[in-house]
């Protein structure tokens, strides 16, 4: 029997680790609530009717849709699996089914999340996740360009069904974000209150960060009537208190107010008052005597405006010669000066997004028009992404991860920052084949065009991205409800045969590292044990034989590289059923401890 799990929320895993720790008898109903609650938002383990809350029809589904198992799998569309040297993913398919099988891999890992989903406003597709979600996503991409079934591609989708959309999204975002993780979701007013309720739900009150004004146009649309509209939003939300915003670097109209005038060694200053708002009734420790060094005047600042610091911090300001007494240097009363190299930190980020400061709509299209000149569709401008990434603190060692990647702009930002020099992080991007009549193919076509594009732009050629897509698990699923006998019958014998005879080596090897809950970007070698090729996932953490017969010098062999883990298919041992004891009694008998037994498994 296969041992994959296609279970897709961890929800199984912390009930059995609870148990291990407890055992039924002896629950503890606390440290049940601790376990889960890195699942399950906290407060919607509390018990009681009186949580606050948005409702509306069928809101249940979406626990339907986080529970069912998955039967999807990601499948290498191009660079290859043991190619460990590709840093970033781009990834064609549902943004829900992907998920699920990114929570494997990727829980609490991703630092932070940026969500473009469709505002509601007709004419933007929105997928239907209810069963049959695969069979449906299989018949639009083989049958490209005809309608997508149950898709809202004309009307805007009722709240209800929208909201139902984006809960199950949304919660699987929480579990992928790093604690100090952030998630930043992009929406305008016909939805904003309703997702402003949902995340409050998902993510707390409390890790609410800010609603960011984003000025997307610089003049209010033709066919204004009443107010024109020029701003969307970015609903911002952290995982934990452990997140801290980072500062934005400055522009250069800020730090063109630093000068040397005197040249200072230590660089540009700009002279800060020396005094500050308080009397000295408020402050009696900020009011002393000092002297001006050129002319040997002494005297006390005012009694309603004392100095702006204490005397000893005076003394030290002096002895540091950070004090500026004028260009002939003979003002009565001195400056601080303020280094550049000491605030180089950068500027605190502010609600309201200008135009002139992370680009507009107009920007966005210009930008898209450079790489896919053909395609009339506008994004978000890569400044505004740059803005968001700072202010998420995400760098070189960081996973950010775009959910509706639509024409790029996520890529065009972090290219830009690498090529100058930045630290940048490494994306993840998701986003469905819609098909594009007038750009005659599927918009991640179009955004594939801009990876690449962008890849010659900003020559990051080393920097390479693995596009996987995503296609029917390799493994055969149990249907959960089986009618006639007949097909129980069938059931049984798909289970017997379980790997699907079409699935190539890469696929099945893609399938399980993923399901294994390593990266997609995990280092994957092929090595030769006597003389037979096995994958070496990690460096030797986990082996992964596909060989269509195994023998016992092979499971010896196996045993001795001393792996973490083995994964062999259950079709290699042909029904010998003593082989496969024995191969159980060998990993075992490795282990100098229980802790340290190797897991087997066989698929
Ligand atoms: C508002 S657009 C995002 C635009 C993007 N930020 C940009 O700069 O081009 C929303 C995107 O979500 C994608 N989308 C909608 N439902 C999806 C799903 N179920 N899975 C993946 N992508 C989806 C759409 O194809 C569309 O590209």
């Given at each position: 029997?296969?041992?994959?799990?296609?279970?897709?929320?961890?929800?199984?895993?912390?009930?059995?680790?609870?148990?291990?720790?407890?055992?039924?008898?002896?629950?503890?109903?606390?440290?049940?609530?601790?376990?889960?609650?890195?699942?399950?938002?906290?407060?919607?383990?509390?018990?009681?009717?009186?949580?606050?809350?948005?409702?509306?029809?069928?809101?249940?589904?979406?626990?339907?849709?986080?529970?069912?198992?998955?039967?999807?799998?990601?499948?290498?569309?191009?660079?290859?699996?043991?190619?460990?040297?590709?840093?970033?993913?781009?990834?064609?398919g549902?943004?829900?089914?992907?998920?699920?099988?990114?929570?494997?891999?990727?829980?609490?890992?991703?630092?932070?999340?940026?969500?473009?989903?469709?505002?509601?406003?007709?004419?933007?597709?929105?997928?239907?996740?209810?069963d049959?979600?695969?069979?449906?996503?299989?018949?639009?991409?083989?049958?490209?360009?005809?309608?997508?079934?149950?898709?809202?591609?004309?009307?805007?989708?009722?709240?209800?069904?929208?909201?139902?959309?984006?809960?199950?999204?949304?919660?699987?975002?929480?579990?992928?974000?790093?604690?100090?993780?952030?998630?930043?979701?992009?929406?305008?007013?016909?939805?904003?209150?309703?997702?402003?309720?949902?995340?409050?739900?998902?993510?707390?009150?409390?890790?609410?960060?800010a609603?960011?004004?984003?000025?997307?146009?610089?003049?209010?649309?033709?066919?204004?009537?009443?107010?024109?509209?020029?701003?969307e939003?970015?609903?911002?939300?952290?995982?934990?208190?452990?997140?801290?915003?980072?500062?934005?670097?400055?522009?250069?109209?800020?730090?063109?107010?630093?000068?040397?005038?005197?040249?200072?060694?230590?660089?540009?200053?700009?002279?800060?008052?020396?005094?500050?708002?308080?009397?000295?009734?408020?402050?009696?420790?900020?009011?002393?005597?000092?002297?001006?060094?050129?002319?040997?005047?002494r005297?006390?600042?005012?009694?309603?405006?004392?100095?702006?610091?204490?005397?000893?911090?005076?003394?030290?300001?002096?002895?540091?010669?950070?004090?500026?007494?004028?260009?002939?240097e003979?003002n009565?009363?001195?400056?601080?000066?303020?280094?550049l190299?000491?605030?180089?930190?950068?500027?605190?980020?502010?609600t309201?997004?200008?135009?002139d400061?992370?680009?507009?709509?107009?920007?966005?299209t210009?930008?898209?028009?450079?790489?896919?000149?053909?395609?009339?569709?506008?994004?978000?401008?890569?400044?505004?992404?740059?803005?968001?990434?700072?202010?998420?603190?995400?760098?070189?060692?960081?996973?950010?991860?775009?959910?509706?990647?639509?024409?790029?702009?996520?890529?065009?930002?972090?290219?830009?920052?690498?090529?100058?020099?930045?630290?940048?992080p490494?994306?993840?991007?998701?986003?469905?084949?819609?098909?594009l009549?007038?750009?005659?193919?599927?918009?991640?076509?179009?955004?594939?065009?801009?990876?690449?594009?962008?890849?010659?732009?900003?020559?990051?050629?080393?920097d390479c991205?693995?596009?996987l897509?995503l296609?029917?698990?390799?493994?055969?699923?149990?249907?959960?409800?089986?009618?006639?006998?007949?097909?129980?019958?069938?059931?049984?014998?798909?289970?017997?045969?379980?790997?699907?005879?079409?699935?190539?080596?890469?696929?099945?090897?893609?399938?399980?590292?993923?399901?294994?809950?390593?990266?997609?970007?995990t280092?994957?070698?092929?090595?030769?044990?006597?003389?037979?090729?096995?994958?070496?996932?990690?460096?030797?953490?986990?082996?992964?034989?596909?060989?269509?017969?195994?023998?016992?010098?092979?499971?010896?062999?196996?045993?001795?590289?001393e792996?973490?883990?083995?994964?062999?298919l259950?079709?290699?041992?042909?029904?010998?059923?003593?082989?496969?004891?024995?191969?159980?009694?060998?990993?075992?008998a490795?282990?100098?401890?229980?802790?340290?037994?190797?897991?087997f498994?066989?698929?």
């Amino acid at each position: 029997m296969s041992e994959i799990d296609n279970q897709p929320n961890l929800l199984n895993q912390a009930l059995v680790d609870f148990l291990d720790l407890y055992g039924p008898g002896e629950a503890d109903r606390n440290a049940a609530i601790d376990l889960l609650s890195e699942i399950i938002p906290r407060h919607m383990l509390a018990s009681g009717d009186s949580r606050f809350g948005l409702d509306w029809r069928k809101k249940t589904e979406v626990f339907d849709f986080l529970k069912r198992p998955i039967l999807g799998a990601l499948s290498p569309t191009y660079v290859s699996t043991t190619d460990s040297s590709a840093r970033h993913l781009a990834l064609k398919g549902d943004n829900l089914e992907i998920m699920k099988i990114l929570e494997k891999g990727y829980f609490g890992k991703i630092k932070m999340i940026y969500m473009n989903p469709p505002f509601n406003i007709g004419g933007e597709l929105i997928f239907d996740d209810s069963d049959g979600y695969l069979d449906r996503y299989e018949s639009y991409i083989s049958d490209s360009g005809s309608p997508l079934n149950n898709v809202s591609i004309d009307a805007g989708a009722s709240h209800s069904k929208w909201l139902n959309a984006q809960y199950p999204r949304l919660f699987l975002a929480r579990n992928l974000l790093r604690n100090d993780g952030v998630i930043f979701v992009s929406i305008d007013d016909h939805e904003f209150h309703h997702l402003r309720m949902i995340m409050d739900e998902i993510f707390g009150e409390e890790n609410f960060v800010a609603s960011f004004i984003w000025e997307k146009r610089y003049s209010p649309p033709p066919d204004t009537k009443d107010v024109g509209y020029v701003h969307e939003n970015v609903l911002c939300y952290r995982r934990s208190d452990e997140f801290q915003a980072g500062l934005l670097p400055m522009t250069d109209a800020q730090s063109g107010r630093y000068k040397n005038p005197d040249r200072d060694p230590r660089g540009p200053w700009k002279a800060a008052d020396y005094t500050c708002r308080y009397t000295a009734k408020e402050r009696p420790n900020l009011y002393y005597e000092i002297t001006q060094p050129n002319t040997g005047e002494r005297r006390f600042p005012k009694k309603t405006r004392v100095w702006a610091c204490s005397e000893s911090e005076h003394i030290k300001n002096v002895e540091e010669g950070r004090l500026w007494w004028g260009k002939d240097e003979t003002n009565p009363v001195p400056a601080k000066k303020k280094y550049l190299f000491e605030i180089r930190q950068g500027a605190m980020p502010k609600t309201i997004l200008e135009h002139d400061v992370v680009g507009h709509t107009d920007e966005a299209t210009k930008e898209l028009r450079e790489h896919v000149p053909n395609l009339k569709l506008s994004g978000k401008p890569s400044r505004l992404i740059k803005h968001l990434l700072s202010i998420a603190n995400a760098g070189n060692n960081d996973i950010v991860l775009d959910c509706h990647a639509g024409t790029g702009a996520t890529v065009e930002a972090i290219f830009s920052l690498e090529s100058e020099g930045e630290n940048a992080p490494q994306f993840i991007l998701i986003e469905f084949p819609q098909w594009l009549p007038e750009f005659d193919g599927h918009l991640f076509d179009a955004l594939e065009n801009r990876i690449e594009s962008c890849r010659s732009k900003y020559k990051r050629e080393d920097d390479c991205v693995k596009y996987l897509h995503l296609k029917r698990s390799n493994f055969r699923v149990w249907r959960g409800k089986v009618g006639a006998e007949s097909e129980v019958s069938e059931q049984l014998e798909l289970h017997v045969q379980h790997v699907s005879p079409e699935s190539t080596s890469e696929e099945l090897l893609i399938e399980l590292i993923s399901k294994a809950g390593f990266s997609l970007t995990t280092e994957v070698e092929r090595i030769e044990l006597i003389g037979k090729q096995v994958f070496s996932i990690e460096g030797g953490a986990m082996l992964i034989c596909l060989e269509k017969e195994i023998t016992s010098d092979l499971i010896d062999a196996l045993a001795e590289a001393e792996p973490l883990q083995v994964i062999c298919l259950d079709e290699a041992f042909q029904n010998n059923d003593q082989l496969k004891a024995n191969a159980v009694q060998t990993f075992k008998a490795r282990a100098q401890t229980e802790e340290s037994e190797i897991v087997f498994k066989t698929v």
